[in-house]
């Protein structure tokens, strides 16, 4: 089955810092979807990634998607108080189900 | 459009009682699917459903059944609750597997 590894599970920033998490497969997917989660909320939609070498920007986000389509990263520059939560991968691999990666929570100090 | 609702918003259970958690959307979309999240584990696959009269397993589907009788509706039973399904539960729909998943408030459930 689908193995999928999210690091880090936590990480801690001071306000203005950079944020990176990643996404690991060790099968080569479909494509790969990321979600934020808020505390205390629900999983809301962020990007879809589908080709090899992708990369999608939304504002301070920016989603790459790697050349053997088996890993994925978020990063976001210059961290504000609004972007604290989960941030979850959800990569698919063809088997009509979609399986979330463990999540990274994010955390800032203003 | 009320999108996906999940009634009730929290529930308690005792060890052995049966439930079923309620999950609707008005969005016509084909796929369904339930998820569970505990502390540290994410959010982890029960069931899903790519069409009405069509289930399947996900990741964690002991103790739980689903059945899909219309297209709107998508209820999770737990037919002998255990402390170990005390958790988040979320519902969540899209038009498909691969296409952005919407998702229900959640079900906040406690089993003592």
């Known amino acids: 089955g689908q193995q999928v590894m999210q690091i880090p599970q936590y990480q801690h920033v001071q306000e203005g810092e950079d944020f990176t998490t990643y996404c690991n497969s060790s099968t080569t997917l479909s494509n790969i979807q990321w979600y934020k989660q808020r505390p205390g909320g629900h999983p809301v939609f962020l990007i879809q990634?589908?080709?090899?070498?992708e990369v999608k920007k939304q504002k301070r986000l920016t989603f790459q998607f790697g050349e053997a389509k088996k890993n994925s990263s978020l990063h976001i520059t210059a961290t504000q108080t609004t972007d604290v939560g989960t941030y979850f991968c959800?990569?698919?691999?063809?088997?009509?189900?979609?399986?979330f990666g463990q999540g990274t929570r994010l955390t800032i100090n203003p | 459009n009320a999108g996906v609702t999940q009634t009730p918003k929290f529930q308690v259970l005792k060890t052995g009682q049966s439930m079923t958690l309620q999950c609707a959307q008005d969005m016509n979309h084909e796929y369904m699917s339930w998820y569970r999240q505990d502390p540290g584990m994410g959010l982890r696959l029960i069931h899903y459903s790519v069409g009405a009269g069509i289930t399947d397993q996900g990741e964690v589907p002991n103790g739980y059944n689903v059945s899909r009788s219309t297209t709107e509706d998508f209820p999770l039973r737990l037919l002998s609750a255990a402390p170990s399904q005390t958790s988040v539960y979320f519902c969540a729909s899209s038009p498909g597997w691969i296409y952005e998943q919407y998702f229900g408030p959640g079900t906040r459930l406690t089993v003592t």
């Open positions: 959800a990569p698919s691999e063809g088997a009509q189900k979609l399986v």
């Open positions: 990634l589908v080709k090899s070498g």
